[in-house]
């Protein structure tokens, strides 16, 4: 698929991986985008990109992922204002293990209502829509457990399976479920690793060791990577993004 001409819906807009996805998708003729995120007031950022990006609409949408109803009116809003909705990419995150609850609501369920909207308007086999791409950023510890984030480790993991369930003989949709699994990526997440509070029963010890293994790569990355994945990744696969080289993670091959 090119995204020419397409309509977008980015959640987690705001942030670094979030917004390097909507500058990526700009920069290859993106015609509609809606960016979500919690704040009250348009980011400078969206304003930047309407000047950067002249010939795009861009909507600004204030937005919780894990309430439903914020949800459902930002969909509404969004795909009665566009032809036909072609893109979904779920990308708000939480990080914090002393917030287990808000870390699964963000993490899992928002990411999940979020999925399920988007599937009712793009869906080709009943209503109207045509079709698209659901991209869902998981992380590399949805392939590989941390002890220190045994919360964030499995909301990540739950990602990855569900849109592996969902990609699963449903071809009649014509939607690709695609995860996206970054490994350390420079954002305003990424600053909170630094924070040992964030984290369940860290020590110096492991903390070092963790901060001496991350090496960040830059959010642009993940964005050339949704691109390239919106035209060439398979339905239900899963893609480890490490120091800007994308990786199929292929998972057992049990079908029940």
């Known amino acids: 698929m090119s995204l020419t001409g397409k309509s977008a819906l980015v959640t987690g ?46 909507t600004y949408f204030q937005a919780d992922v894990s309430c439903p109803e914020d949800l459902q009116k930002t969909y509404n809003a969004f795909v009665s204002s566009i032809e036909s909705l072609d893109i979904v990419v779920n990308c708000a995150g939480f990080f914090n293990e002393r917030a287990r609850k808000k870390m699964i609501d963000v993490n899992f369920y928002g990411l999940v209502e979020s999925t399920f909207l988007a599937i009712e308007h793009m869906r080709k086999d009943r209503g109207s829509g045509k079709g698209g791409v659901i991209i869902s950023i998981a992380s590399c510890t949805g392939l590989v457990p941390l002890s220190l984030l045994p919360t964030y480790s499995a909301t990540k993991q739950a990602v990855v399976s569900f849109t592996r369930s969902l990609a699963f003989d449903r071809e009649y949709m014509g939607i690709k479920f695609l995860s996206i699994c970054p490994a350390g990526t420079k954002s305003q997440m990424y600053n909170s690793i630094l924070d040992p509070a964030n984290f369940y029963e860290s020590t110096d010890a492991k903390m070092e060791i963790l901060r001496a293994a991350l090496v960040p790569q830059e959010a642009e990355e993940v964005g050339k990577a949704a691109v390239k994945l919106i035209g060439e990744g398979k339905s239900g696969s899963s893609w480890l993004l490490e120091g800007g080289k994308l990786t199929e993670t292929p998972l057992p091959e049990i079908q029940l």
Request: proline fraction near 4%; charged fraction near 20%; include cysteine.
């Open 13 to 58: 807009a705001a942030g670094g991986i979030g917004g390097a996805i909507c500058v990526e998708f700009l920069k290859n003729g993106l015609k509609n985008l809606a960016a979500l995120d919690l704040c009250a007031d348009e980011p400078e950022i969206v304003s930047e990109w309407r000047k950067n990006f002249p010939t795009a609409t861009i």
